[in-house]
């Protein structure tokens, strides 16, 4: 995947492909992890497509869902709460591997670097 500490530093031009690559999963993966909570919170709690990617997005980015669910019918309440609790902790650990992805090609080339120098 990643050149080996003996190999050549790779060329910048190529290095950054690696880096948009890497920075175009990450986004995939955020996208398709917004899409999960819109439908989930279309399907659970019966709310409108705005709504859903209000909360969706605001969950996911770590901020806290934005919909009181106590405003909920009372029969939506519950699916809506379990819903927003397993969805807040999805999220919080795509985020984490959202921020791995990203900086993996950055952090091998430092260390990558650091490696070569330490070396001549």
Do not use: C
Not at 34 to 58: E, Q
Not at 114 to 119: F, K, P, Q, V, Y
């Amino acid at each position: 995947m990643f050149e080996h500490h003996k190999q050549a530093l790779l060329p910048r031009r190529l290095f950054i492909a690696r880096t948009l690559r890497y920075a175009l999963f990450s986004g995939l993966l955020i996208f398709i992890s917004l899409f999960i909570g819109m439908l989930g919170y279309r399907l659970v709690a019966n709310i409108s497509w705005v709504s859903a990617f209000y909360n969706a997005s605001m969950i996911l980015t770590g901020m806290g869902p934005a919909l009181d669910i106590n405003d909920l019918p009372l029969e939506q309440q519950d699916g809506a709460q379990i819903f927003a609790g397993l969805y807040a902790l999805y999220s919080g650990v795509v985020f984490l591997v959202a921020s791995g992805v990203v900086l993996s090609p950055i952090l091998h080339r430092f260390f990558h670097k650091m490696h070569i120098d330490s070396a001549s």
